[in-house]
């Protein structure tokens, strides 16, 4: 078991998540994804095959993290890799959005990424090896309107990248992000496809024209987790097809 790498996905039964796990479980990472929901966990691990595992936890209620991890490395005796996936947005005006509603997105998007990657860190710094990768969002790259507490969790998450690549590269940890562009999914299709102006926009201002796929951002975690970017540390990557120089 030991010559297998072991990798977390958090939010790893859909999405992003689940491109980046299944990416990983095909290249022999055991990877282990992370989220509340049971049922979604279970789906994902039967489509993703014998390299995937899943534990289920509620990564905002921050004290049951370090009880996650010990039983992760119990089970798995190492963590190579983790993948901060999982968050949530909310679209409101400015002015509408509660103090609980800020709260809540800044608990789940920062405290818990900040929570899981200390307590991994505790362990990759034994082994003085380990790959952390964030997931950013062009939201903090320039201002998007309607999404305030999401757009400060990830640029504090861009801060945090360069924050803990600074400390824990010299102790063998490497420290990066993704931010990802546009990426196809049923959903930002049919609401690009019920908003006309807005569709144009985003490929107006997108080079490449096109809207990404979750592989794109799966092929990008696997480069960062590999020893193909092992003198990568302290970058945000953005895998959006252009959209973040775009004009």
């Known amino acids: 078991m030991q010559n297998k790498k072991v990798a977390i996905v958090t939010g790893g039964g859909s999405g992003l998540g689940f491109a980046i796990a299944q990416k990983f479980s095909q290249h022999g990472i055991q990877t282990i994804i992370v989220g509340r929901d049971e049922e979604k966990l279970k789906t994902a691990q039967s489509q993703l095959g014998e390299n995937c595992f899943y534990k289920s936890c509620d990564l905002t209620a921050l004290v049951s993290i370090p009880a996650l991890i010990e039983n992760i490395i119990a089970e798995f005796g190492q963590i190579d890799i983790l993948v901060n996936n999982a968050g949530i947005n909310m679209k409101k005006e ?14 789940t998007n920062v405290c818990s990424v900040f929570a899981m990657s200390r307590e991994v860190v505790k362990h990759m710094l034994v082994k003085k090896s380990g790959n952390i990768i964030n997931i950013s969002s062009m939201a903090a790259q320039y201002g998007l309107p309607k999404v305030i507490a999401y757009s400060a969790s990830k640029t504090a998450i861009d801060g945090m990248t360069r924050a803990m690549a600074v400390e824990l590269s ?10 990802p562009g546009f990426i196809y999914s049923a959903m930002t299709d049919k609401a690009l496809n019920s908003d006309p102006e ?5 490929f107006g201002r997108t080079p490449m024209g096109i809207m990404g796929e979750a592989t794109d951002i799966g092929e990008a975690a696997l480069f960062l987790a590999t020893d193909a970017a092992k003198y990568i540390t302290g970058v945000v990557l953005p895998v959006d097809g252009g959209n973040s120089i775009g004009f």
């Not at 807005?198 to 985003?202: I, P, Y």
């Open 170 to 179: 010299p102790k063998g940890i490497r420290v990066n992000a993704i931010a």
């Open 94 to 107: 400015f002015t509408e959005v509660t103090d609980e509603e800020f709260q809540s997105v800044i608990t």
């Open 198 to 202: 807005r569709k144009a926009k985003v």
